[in-house]
């Protein structure tokens, strides 16, 4: 085994909770987690992206350049502070892999795109180390939504001996993978997961998120909201589907809570219900006899508690009881593709993303001075 075997993994999420990091060593598929850290955003820099989340709309290219190389170096200084913890060298380290920010996703656009904050270009050159970054941009100009991504280390990782499994990751937005004991694996976004749990809980009692979920158990759900939620025609669609917190957002909801005389508590066990019921309903007719999470919102025991009763006939787990902890999955994924795409390595997200072949994700960023050797 090489040296060169180690990778580093980047990315914020929309959830925007900080930029999570791991220090991977690879044997074969399997990673080990030498390192891991989640930094998050300094205030200035998150009122920043937040004041963009909210806006709704396409910033401005001029607007996105400076906020593009602040994140460029927050990214790289979590990186370089993760090898410095590790106590390796960076030249040690084949590649990082970053996700960046993402600030504006619309797969389903006449011009469709996905953009992410954080330079790929500057992270080679601040931490020394070649980066693969843009992971999307090739899967969308193969006519795919570009998301979701997990599906692929899913696969690599989770796959069942006999029967199928599914793969949850409760981010900002949900995300599933069915794969099956052959390797096939299917993905696509369920809908929202923390994004409007957290921005709830923000809008009316000034808390970042939900633990626990225990604000929502405190609630009731309320049938009517919930089915005119549900009502929105982006649950109707059929896959490939991917979405973000420019569509599922507080206004979103606003919209929806006009005339309502839910409680606060009520409307935030409606959302966390919401969650549960566009899962359960994707996932139904599965066949599955294990789901396992990841993501944040796993960590949610009131959400974790609403999909089992309304999943009874799966086992719910955890990534963790396969290895590896549900909070660096998403981290992982992008170590593990950066190292696929320096080993030239298409991948097929026909089943996932719906892009018309498969592809050879991100783009790769050399440090100044060192020598591409093909
Ligand atoms: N203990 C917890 N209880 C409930 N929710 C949690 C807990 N820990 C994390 N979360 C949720 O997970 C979110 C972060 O999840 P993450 O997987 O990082 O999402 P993203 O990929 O969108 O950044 C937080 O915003 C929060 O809503
Ligand atoms: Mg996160």
Redesign the pocket.
Known sequence: MSEKDLYVGL????????V?AVLVRFTENHPDLLARRCQPYRGELADKLEHFARAGQRPLEEDLQPLDSEVARQFADTALQLIDEAGIESGAVGAVGSHGQTIWHAPDDPEPESLQLGRPALIAELTGIPTVGDFRRADIEAGGQGAPLAPLLHRALFRPVRGKRIVL?????ANISVIDAGGEVRGFDTGP???L??AWIRDQRGM??????AWAATGRVDPELLRDLLADRWFGKAPPKSTGVEYFNLAWLRRHLANRRASPADIQATLAELTAVSVADAVRHCEAADLLL????S???Y?RNRLASLLPRLRVGSTADFGLEP?WV?AVLFAWLARERLAGRPQDTRAITGAREPVLLGSIAYPPGVEYLP
Not at 11 to 18: C, E
Not at 208 to 213: H, I, L, M, V
Not at 294 to 297: I, W
């Open positions: 990315i914020s999420g929309t959830s925007r909770d900080g999570d990751n409760l981010g900002g937005i997961a923390n994004c749990l957290d970042p998120f939900d633990r626990d979920g990841c993501g944040g919102g960590h949610n025991g959400l909070d998403e």
